[in-house]
């Protein structure tokens, strides 16, 4: 079953966690998508994370990753 949408911050606030450590996640294989916004102000685009909330968690309650501390 597909979890809730969240940004970086909120995925933080659920973990009860900063933001630095879910970029170390992030480097350890956090799941994680890219949401492309336009800036039509810029005319540009940038890109924004966005995480699955149950694939975060399931990633977090691997074996592997029960070895560290949250």
Same mark, same amino acid.
């Given at each position: 079953m #597909?979890?809730?949408q969240v940004s970086k911050a909120d995925l933080a606030h659920i973990f009860g966690v %900063?933001? #630095?450590?879910?970029d170390g996640w992030l480097e350890k294989g956090l799941p994680h998508m890219?949401?492309?916004i336009q800036d039509r102000e810029r005319q540009s685009f940038t890109?924004?994370?966005i995480? %699955?909330?149950a694939d975060a968690i399931n990633w977090r309650l691997?074996?592997?990753n029960l070895t560290e501390d949250w």
């Open positions: #597909p979890g809730v %900063d933001q #630095p450590t879910i890219q949401k492309r890109r924004e994370l995480f %699955d909330t691997t074996a592997h």
